[in-house]
T-cell receptor
Framework: GQSLEQPSEVTAVEGAIVQINCTYQ??????LSWYQQHDGGAPTFLSY????GLEETGRFSSFLSRSDSYGYLLLQELQMKDSASYFC??????????FGSGTKLNVKP | ETGVTQTPRHLVMGMTNKKSLKCEQH?????MYWYKQSAKKPLELMFV???????ENNSVPSRFSPECPNSSHLFLHLHTLQPEDSALYLC???????????????FGAGSRLTVL
């Protein structure tokens, strides 16, 4: 089965950089995705890595290393509005996507 | 209206009731999904429909019955549920396999279900 591990909670201050890790015990997936979910809201897509390496999208970057079974989401210049839960997910054939349990990010002034 | 719309947003039902959750997407996608979100647990994939055919039924109890009458609409019929089924039920859609957005899920805001 699929197993994706994330820290349950991370706290950082405004303006800082934070890295949210995702380690997995699965194989044969097409890519690793990241989603953001604010309290009471819908998860929204942030980033996707099909290949090993770094993908940059503005203040957010995502990294994948298949050989290390590891990925991370990097958030720079943290803002209060970045306080949310962040989920990693792996995608397989036939549109199947499996998620980690999520990391709650608390951004403090 | 754009995006993925779910109704109702909140539902309270008894264990003997029958109710349905509805999802509608206005994105031209041809894959639709039901996920269950419970506190402190990963989003659980329940069902996947691609081009209106069910391609995944992830060991979900038969008291949950999905229906996909066309590529824009998805239902989850509920009957004789248990209190542990109380959760947020999220609908999502994506482009089908091979599409440029095949790896991007667009979620609805969810239906918060409470089973008494």
């Amino acid at each position: 089965g699929q197993s994706l591990e994330q820290p349950s909670e991370v706290t950082a201050v405004e303006g800082a950089i934070v890295q949210i890790n995702c380690t997995y015990q699965t194989s044969g997936f097409y890519g690793l995705s990241w989603y953001q979910q604010h309290d009471g809201g819908a998860p929204t897509f942030l980033s996707y890595n099909a290949l090993d390496g770094l993908e940059e999208t503005g203040r957010f970057s995502s990294f994948l290393s298949r050989s290390d079974s590891y990925g991370y989401l990097l958030l720079q210049e943290l803002q209060m509005k970045d306080s949310a839960s962040y989920f990693c997910a792996v995608g397989y054939n036939f549109n199947k996507f499996y998620f980690g349990s999520g990391t709650k990010l608390n951004v403090k002034p | 209206e754009t995006g993925v719309t779910q109704t109702p947003r909140h539902l309270v039902m008894g264990m003997t009731n029958k109710k349905s959750l509805k999802c509608e997407q206005h994105l031209g996608h041809n894959a639709m999904y039901w996920y269950k979100q419970s506190a402190k647990k990963p989003l659980e994939l329940m069902f996947v429909y691609s081009l209106e055919e069910r391609v995944e039924n992830n060991s979900v109890p038969s008291r949950f019955s999905p229906e996909c009458p066309n590529s824009s609409h998805l239902f989850l019929h509920l009957h004789t549920l248990q209190p542990e089924d109380s959760a947020l039920y999220l609908c999502a859609s994506s482009q089908g396999p091979g599409g440029a957005g095949a790896n991007v899920l667009t979620f609805g805001a969810g239906s918060r279900l409470t089973v008494l």
